[in-house]
């Protein structure tokens, strides 16, 4: 990869504020504007390796990071697309194992303009064909890709013939294009199915399982379902994963958290389609690395504010009440293991449920930090933190991330005692609400 250099980022975030006005709307899902460029194109989406697309609500980009490292763990070279990124554009696009260059991406970027010249298309559509320009024109042994919203007119389920699906966890977020109706978003991330397709589906509700098994007959095919199909769950500190007819005996995933044990079940479900070795799976586990993730925060200013009080730093980028729960209940399992108070420092887009967020951390969280996050359309710190005081009694609004930590190293401080006589036990803070948050964060790393 050719390097990258301050004039090639500038050049980069000119090209992207470009794509940004091609369309009037940030988000208008439908496949005829990227069907358009990418038949202009040369169809690039019909030159990939065999690729494995995954939908969902919540454990997307988990599962994505879990398959990518046991598929390298086997020596493959590995396409991989996600959305969105936590520090800078290129995160998105891995070429053969690695992030695209500035310089391979801006030549993409500009022949998807050529291509368009001019009409409209979204921002998602426009670099979702520059990744498959990409990709058609490295080799690589797989290619990953995770839907970006929905699924049915996603833009990436312009993909034909995936060699296996996966659909995680779905719950309710983007409500405002999915709506509220939940068997209705699983009939939408369903939609990535395609005839004869090999398909794998992680925990669900029960009405949005009687959508995939209904989508699987359409498409004359039978999912394997989580509980059912295939199951995965810690003993002894291990990782036992069954099917059918086997029984595999795992180390835990890198990745914290119970909500991963199952996630590791799917993407274990997906590897083993893929003819991925079980060395590998099992390394893959060891090795996974997923950003913002239940990240535990040891290096960089809010984290050294942190250590000089002797307290933890977490970092989260969940947003929706289903990934609240999981993320309270790995909060939960270490306050068995440490008891410390925990103080959540939390900026969340404004689209978003706030209270059903916060609802998850009653009884565990003994007060909330509000933030704005710079350069999106956040909740407002204000009211944000009045829904916090109904649940948790203590909020206070900061006026920035390194504000916010602070504050919460002093307001952990103060409700770890009693009387001033008693010993002070440093705080445990929690970053969260919003993965544009988690970004701020890791920038400043």
Not at 414 to 426: A, F, N, Y
Request: aromatic letters at 4%; glycine letters at 8%; proline letters at 6%.
């Amino acid at each position: 990869m050719t390097e990258n250099t301050p004039a090639t980022a500038s050049a980069l975030e000119t090209a992207l504020a470009q794509l940004s006005a091609l369309h009037p709307k940030k988000i208008d899902l439908g496949l005829s504007r990227i069907e358009r460029v990418l038949s202009t194109l040369g169809d690039p989406h019909k030159k990939l390796p065999p690729t494995v697309h995954i939908a969902g609500t919540n454990g997307k980009g988990s599962t994505v990071a879990m398959l990518r490292a046991m598929a390298e763990a086997d020596g493959l070279k590995a396409h991989v697309y996600t959305s969105p990124h936590l520090v800078h554009f290129r995160e998105r696009i891995v070429v053969a194992s690695e992030e695209i260059s500035d310089t391979q991406l801006l030549d993409v970027i500009a022949r998807v303009q050529t291509a368009n010249d001019g009409q409209p298309l979204s921002f998602f559509e426009a670099t979702t064909a520059a990744a498959f320009l990409a990709f058609a024109e490295t080799p690589a042994d797989i290619c990953i890709i995770e839907v970006g919203l929905g699924g049915r007119y996603d833009a990436t389920n312009v993909i034909e013939n995936p060699a296996v699906v996966g659909i995680t966890p779905v719950d309710l977020d983007h409500a405002e294009f999915l709506g509220r109706d939940i068997a209705g978003i699983g009939r939408e991330k369903a939609g990535i199915m395609k005839p004869y397709c090999p398909a794998a589906v992680g925990p669900q509700r029960d009405a949005v399982r009687a959508v995939m098994e209904a989508a699987g007959n359409k498409n004359n095919i039978t999912p394997l379902f989580w509980g059912q199909d295939f199951r995965t769950y810690r003993q002894h500190g291990r990782l036992v994963y069954e099917n059918g007819n086997s029984l595999m005996d795992l180390p835990l995933p890198a990745l914290i958290g119970e909500h991963q044990i199952k996630n590791a079940g799917l993407a274990i479900t997906l590897a083993r389609h893929m003819q991925i070795s079980d060395r590998a799976i099992e390394r893959g586990l060891e090795t996974v690395s997923w950003p913002a993730r239940l990240q535990n925060l040891t290096t960089g200013p809010y984290a050294d504010l942190v250590a000089e009080s002797g307290g933890e730093l977490w970092l989260d980028g969940g947003h929706n009440p289903h990934a609240a729960l999981a993320l309270a209940s790995a909060m939960a399992e270490l306050e068995s293991e440490t008891p410390r108070p925990l103080i959540l420092v939390t900026g969340i887009l404004a689209n978003k449920d706030i209270g059903g967020f916060l609802d998850a951390f009653q009884g565990l969280a003994s007060a909330v930090i509000g933030v704005t996050i710079p350069g999106h359309a956040a909740l407002a710190p204000e009211t944000l933190i009045e829904l916090a005081r109904a649940r948790f009694t203590t909020g206070y609004v900061a006026s920035n991330l390194t504000a916010a930590v602070q504050l919460a190293i002093n307001t952990g401080e103060g409700l770890s005692r009693q009387t001033v006589d008693e010993p002070i036990i440093p705080p445990r803070i929690l970053i969260c609400g919003s993965l544009y948050l988690a970004g701020e964060v890791l920038s400043a790393q």
